[in-house]
C-alpha cells in the first residue's frame, strides 16, 4: 500500500487494493481498486478486468453502495465467464446473492446462489459456498423467516467438512438476531460468541 502510488500501474494497485482490504481501510480499498480498473479500461487490460471488478464490488459492498455492488458484480461476471475465470465468476456470483438477498430478491438470489454454490463444489472453494449458505441465511431473515434463517445459520457456524472459520465468524451476529427474532435458546450458542468476542477484541475492525 506504501508503494502503490510511487508505482502506479494497475497490477500494484489491484495489490494495494487487497492488502487494504484485508487491513480493514475499505476507502482505501476502493480508492486504489477503482484507480486500477479506470487503468486497466485505458490500457485494454480485458484479462485483469475482473478481478478489479470484483474487488470495486467488495469495497462498495463495505462502504454500502449496494447498486455499484450489483452493477460492478455483474459485469465482473460477464467478463469472468467470457474468459474462462471460473475462481473470479464464482467471487461475483458470491456479491450477486448478497446484494439481492438484502434486498429481498429472492427468486434472482435462489438462481445466483445455486450457480455460484455448484462453482465452489467444483473448485474447493469453501470460502465462497459457506457465504453463499450465510447469505441465504439473511434472504430469510429479511423476509420474516427467523426460524429457517437460525437453521441456517446455524449450519454455517457448526463444525462441517465444506465449512470456513472466517465465514463462521461473520454469521455470528447474524445468528445472534435470527435466534432472539425466533426465540431460540441461547446457550448452544455461547461457545461460538465466546470465540466471535475474542476475534473482535483482537482486530481493529468488526465485520
Known sequence: VATADDRGDSRSLAFASHAANWYGDERAAY?????ALRQARAE????????????????????????????????????????????????????????????GRSEECLRYAER?????????????????????????????QYEQAHRALLDVVRPRPHGHPVVKLFAVPDLVEAAVRSRAPREPLAPVIAEFEQWVLRGEAAY
Open 31 to 35: 480508492r486504489y481498486a477503482e484507480r
Open 44 to 103: 485494454g487490460a480485458v484479462g485483469l478486468m475482473p478481478d478489479l471488478l470484483v474487488a470495486v464490488a467488495s469495497s462498495s459492498k463495505s462502504l454500502d453502495r449496494n447498486v455499484a455492488v450489483e452493477t460492478d458484480a455483474a459485469e465482473a461476471l460477464r467478463l469472468a465467464e467470457e474468459l474462462g475465470q471460473e475462481y473470479v465468476a464464482c467471487q461475483a456470483l458470491s456479491l450477486l446473492v448478497w446484494v439481492t438477498a438484502v434486498q
Open 116 to 144: 455460484c454454490a455448484r462453482l465452489a463444489a467444483q473448485h474447493g472453494l469453501s470460502y465462497y459456498g459457506a457465504q453463499v449458505r450465510r447469505y441465504l441465511g439473511l434472504l430469510d431473515m429479511g423476509a420474516g
